[in-house]
Every structure is written in C-alpha cells, then in structure tokens.
C-alpha cells in the first residue's frame, strides 16, 4: 500500500516563503498522481495544487495561483509544493494525498492515501 508523508512546514511572517516535501513508500507503482490540501478549524479541507506523476500536467486552487509551484523528483518518490509570499491566510494544516485515478485530482474524495500532515503557521 502507498503511504505519503509530509515534512517542511513550520511558523514564518508573512511574505516569507516555504517548501513542503511529500515522500512516498510502498508500492508506489510510477504513475500516482500527488495533491496538496489544506484545512483550517471549522473548515473544509481545501484543494491547493496537484500534479500527475509525470509533471506534465499540474492543478492550482485559485487562492495559490502565482504563488505556489509543484514539482516532481520522481527518483525519490518526492514531490514539492514551494510557497512563496506567504499571507496569514495560508495558515492550516497541509496535507499530501496520493492517487492512481487522475479524474478528480481537485477533489478531496479523488484521493485514497493521505499523510498525517504538517501545520504552516503565517503571522502578520
């Protein structure tokens, strides 16, 4: 079974950047697509950026559009959402989620394996 976790988060002021690292284990045949969501108290868990296995195509919530990029190491089963100019609003817990089915790569329940996440904390 593929497992993914999470690393990279930490506490920064705003306009600061960050990189998120998502490494996966098991059976990772090469072809998972990996999303990154984020939740907040009281909030859905929000799509944030995806991307096939093969880097060709990427995703991106409206909200990181411009400011988010993902990226692919496939030779070590890792993939990097770098944030840069962080704004409080990006505060939450960010997880990684991993999928063999690319049809709801934006979707929440389009994925089957989730980490524990890590907290991104953005202060004024």
């Known amino acids: 079974q593929l497992q993914v976790v999470e690393s990279g988060g930490g506490s920064v002021q705003a306009g600061a950047s960050l990189r998120l690292s998502c490494v996966a284990s098991g059976h990772t045949f090469p072809s998972y697509a990996t999303g990154w969501f984020r939740q907040t108290p009281g909030k859905e868990r929000e799509f944030v950026a995806a991307t096939t296995w093969s880097g060709s195509s990427k995703y991106y919530g409206d909200s990181v559009k411009g400011r988010f990029i993902i990226s692919t190491d496939n030779p070590k089963n890792t993939v990097h959402l770098q944030m840069l100019d962080l704004a409080p609003e990006d505060t939450g817990v960010y997880y990684c989620?991993?999928?063999?089915?690319?049809?709801?790569?934006?979707?929440?329940?389009?994925?089957?394996?989730w980490g524990q996440g890590t907290q991104v904390t953005v202060s004024s």
């Open positions: 989620a991993a999928t063999y089915d690319y049809s709801k790569m934006r979707a929440v329940d389009g994925y089957t394996y």
